[in-house]
């Protein structure tokens, strides 16, 4: 055999492997989006602190919310905006989860805190300034789990828009076995979402960009805790968690 017809039929491998990727990928983010618009529509919500949130939402101004990792799978059933941004990786699975959010109006842009993290950041904040909200998962994408780290800090500072942290909960659901016992909750739930009074760059008073950074970073952290417990409670959860 010529190397010319080895060389075609690998060329003709790879492009059937791609096709099959291709389709999986597919196959999966619509899988996802499914189950969660099926089960969303099963869904009952209380909302607790919400009135500034949605009094922008309704007037079109962009803002930055900030969940944990754990309840981030709830994010497209809670959002009530125009339309929202997110940072996703750029492996595979962070195209099937972009894929899936896109069918929510929800837009990604690639990166994360261990690859492409400035290209990311650039995308949200210009998404941002086109007037988008940016959802951001400040223990993300490795954890660990509760511990917030700048960059959430930092896209405030950055765009001046005001940052939302929020909670979900519910009543019942499945707690997976990963490293940031994601919550998915059961049909028919009683769902809450808390959120916390926002915090504005730009602040008197602070001695520089670092301090800042770090004051909005510890106070979102902190707020983040307080707010999930107490969505834990209002849901009627047993194991009430700051994480």
Request: with cysteine.
């Amino acid at each position: 055999m010529s190397r010319r017809v080895s060389d075609s039929r690998a060329a003709r491998g790879l492009r059937r492997f791609d096709l099959l990727a291709r389709a999986e990928i597919a196959a999966a983010s619509f899988a996802i989006w499914l189950v969660l618009a099926l089960l969303g529509a099963t869904l009952r919500w209380t909302r607790r602190g919400s009135a500034d949130l949605e009094r922008r939402w309704s007037a079109g101004e962009p803002v930055l919310m900030a969940f944990w990792h754990g309840r981030s799978i709830m994010l497209p059933l809670a959002y009530r905006g125009r339309g929202a941004s997110i940072m996703n990786s750029t492996h595979r699975d962070g195209e099937i989860i972009s894929r899936a959010l896109a069918r929510f109006g929800i837009e990604s842009t690639r990166g994360s805190s261990s690859r492409g993290a400035v290209a990311g950041v650039l995308g949200l904040v210009r998404a941002s300034r086109r007037g988008r909200d940016v959802a951001l998962i400040p223990d993300g994408p490795r954890g660990p789990a509760g511990i917030a780290k700048g960059g959430a800090a930092e896209l405030a500072i950055a765009t001046g828009a005001p940052l939302f942290p929020m909670a979900v909960s519910c009543s019942h659901g499945w707690r997976l076995p990963t490293w940031d016992r994601m919550l998915l909750p059961y049909p028919f739930a009683r769902m809450v979402l808390v959120v916390g009074e926002p915090l504005q760059a730009g602040a008197a008073g602070r001695a520089s960009r670092g301090d800042e950074r770090e004051e909005i970073r510890s106070r979102l952290e902190s707020t983040l805790r307080r707010i999930t417990a107490e969505a834990d409670r209002l849901a009627g959860r047993r194991e009430v968690e700051e994480t």
